[in-house]
């Protein structure tokens, strides 16, 4: 979690995919849906275009949800995320990207978020 903006929370994904391949591969775009539990769904999208060297590459974006008092008080609570998307990948900027489905769900570390959120306010 970053901050806030406005009435809503400022957090960034970090998001690791793994090449196999021995080629770079161009990541056109990704759009997707990042779930909290049932509590919240962000919409999610990479800003600019990136390369994937081979092995274990980070991608990161930035996401924001807007508050709401009883939701908020849930999230020290929340115990899994779920991204889903689409990722459009090619091997060439120039070249026609194909569509790749992703839909990963992990646990929450326990009290992560509330950490989180306690960091942000300053206790």
């Known amino acids: 979690m970053d901050g806030f903006r406005g009435?809503?929370?400022?957090f960034s994904v970090f998001l690791n995919a793994?090449?196999?391949?021995n080629d770079s591969l161009f990541v056109q775009g990704l759009n997707g849906m990042l779930y909290l539990d049932s509590l919240f769904e962000i919409p999610i999208s990479l800003q600019k275009s990136?390369?994937?060297?081979?092995?274990n590459n980070e991608l990161n974006f930035s996401g924001a949800f807007q508050l709401?008092?009883?939701k908020l008080l849930a999230v020290p609570n929340l115990k899994k995320f779920t991204i889903r998307g689409i990722a459009y990948?090619?091997?060439?900027?120039?070249?026609?990207?194909?569509?790749?489905?992703?839909n990963e769900t992990r646990d929450i570390p326990p009290n992560l978020l509330e950490k989180q959120i306690k960091g942000l306010i300053g206790l």
Do not use: T, Y
Not at 89 to 102: R, S, W
């Open 7 to 10: 009435d809503s929370l400022v």
């Open 18 to 21: 793994h090449n196999k391949g």
């Open 50 to 55: 990136v390369w994937l060297s081979p092995g």
């Open 68 to 70: 709401n008092l009883f």
């Open 89 to 102: 990948i090619a091997l060439k900027p120039d070249q026609k990207a194909i569509e790749v489905d992703f």
